[in-house]
């Protein structure tokens, strides 16, 4: 493994050049400093380009780049600690086009023209503690590859929704999604994603909306969201312990079938003060038992498909 270091130049690209030197295993350690050089390709596996204090290299994309980062390579990069900002001419922040197993880890991304951070393909990948606001794109973070893990970014003031799900097998956990112009969570037309202690507030277009299906949802909060709180329009979805309050249209609103809201002895789904209905279920053969409400208008629970059963 070889460590190669980097420091700031107002005319050269140092950050390209060291990348195009690495060889797998090989760490690319970026110091302090404004970085505005073009996008930077990572084509080889496992190279690591990590700024030396998380927060104190700063990609700019004034220069009209198309992103801060491309990643290319077959497996194991990662991209660590950055500040990327103002790529108003890009279709991302960082973009993954190809490959497995990389990972984005720490990155506050700022002001971008697509998504702040783009799983374009691939599978496997992590992105985790990463923070993205201000990304006129279809979503802050999305997601079109499948099997990766989203833990506990923080995306919001997005013009689209917060976190975009269009793969399978994704695990979404504990992030922070709030005042985004689209729903705060939207997860379509695929199957099997884990929807897990999220938080969704303040979003336009509702706070968590499920059109894929099989999905589990599992003690998210989401509160005060315009429009409903938790959307499942996909079939043979679990929801449990989630926690839908506040929010101007309905608290947990369920228009497709065979979906269960349960409870264990401590979980419950809890849906409180919300301005139409509790829990709406427009579809057929649901189930929903053990679950919770308070305050909602105009009653509690609005029921209009067939053989549902609650408890």
Not at 41 to 63: D, F, L, M, P
Not at 228 to 247: C, H, K, Q, W
């Amino acid at each position: 493994m070889t460590i190669i270091s980097v420091f700031p130049s107002p005319t050269g690209t140092p950050i390209a050049n060291a990348v195009a030197q690495a060889a797998a295993g090989d760490v690319v350690i970026v110091h302090d400093g404004i970085y505005p050089e073009p996008q930077v390709t990572i084509s080889v596996s496992n190279v690591k380009v990590v700024a030396k204090h998380e927060g104190g290299a700063v990609r700019e994309g004034s220069n009209g780049a198309a992103a801060a980062f491309i990643i290319s390579a077959d497996s194991g990069v990662e991209i660590n600690g950055f500040v990327i900002q103002n790529y108003i001419a890009a279709a991302a922040g960082i973009i993954v086009v190809t490959g497995t197993n990389h990972r984005i880890i720490g990155n506050t991304v700022n002001n971008t023209l697509g998504a702040g951070i783009n799983l374009n393909v691939g599978s496997g990948h992590v992105v985790w503690r990463n923070r993205v606001q201000n990304s006129s794109g279809v979503s802050g973070i999305f997601i079109a590859s499948s099997s990766n893990w989203i833990v506990q970014n923080v995306s919001y003031k997005n013009t689209g929704t917060g976190i975009s799900l269009g793969g399978s097998n994704n695990a979404i956990v504990g992030n922070v999604i709030s005042e985004n112009g689209s729903p705060g969570i939207s997860s379509i037309g695929t199957n099997n994603n884990f929807i897990y202690g999220n938080t969704a507030t303040l979003n336009s277009m509702g706070g968590v909306s499920v059109t894929s299906a099989s999905a589990v949802l599992l003690r998210n909060l989401v509160e005060k969201n315009t429009g409903n709180g938790i959307t499942v329009a996909g079939a043979n979805g679990f929801l449990g312990g989630n926690d839908s309050d506040e929010n101007t249209q309905t608290g947990i609103a369920i228009s497709s079938n065979f979906n269960s809201l349960e409870f264990n002895e401590m979980e419950f789904n809890e849906m409180e003060f919300n301005q139409n209905y509790g829990l709406v279920i427009s579809g057929n053969e649901n189930t929903a038992f053990g679950n919770r409400f308070k305050g909602n208008k105009p009653t509690q629970i609005s029921i209009t498909g067939q053989d549902n059963n609650l408890f």
